[in-house]
């Protein structure tokens, strides 16, 4: 099993920054990538941004590009999210997910982010 801890969600205004991070821990030596979604109310999870695990190469949807960065830290089994220059349209809860194959993945908790105008 394989378990997955958020924190760093809260409330920003407009223009302000706020990093996430999410640890991972268990039955992790095999794990490909690691990534974060988001779900704002009344619509579907969708896809933020992502790292591979070994080499580091990162994948960002286009409505967060150059204002997001995704890192990891291996020796703490932990990826982060620098988000800036927040928008209201980022607010949501933001899940992180841990990739092992195209079909096997895991779920954090998920950890509300609210951007006020």
């Known amino acids: 099993q394989v378990q997955l801890v958020e924190s760093g969600g809260g409330l920003v205004q407009a223009g302000g920054s706020l990093r996430l991070s999410c640890a991972a821990s268990?039955?992790?030596?095999?794990?490909?990538?690691m990534g974060w979604f988001r779900q704002a109310i009344g619509k579907e999870r969708e896809f933020v941004a992502a790292?591979?695990?070994?080499?580091?190469?990162?994948l960002y949807a286009d409505s967060v590009k150059g204002r997001f960065t995704i890192s990891r830290d291996n020796a703490k089994n932990t990826v982060y999210l620098q988000m800036n220059s927040l928008k209201p349209e980022d607010t949501a809860v933001y899940y992180c997910?841990?990739?092992?194959?195209?079909?096997?993945?895991?779920w954090g908790q998920g950890t509300q982010v609210t951007v006020s105008s």
């Open positions: 790292i591979s695990w070994s080499g580091g190469d990162t």
């Open positions: 268990g039955r992790i030596f095999d794990m490909h990538a």
């Open positions: 997910h841990a990739r092992f194959t195209s079909t096997l993945g895991y």
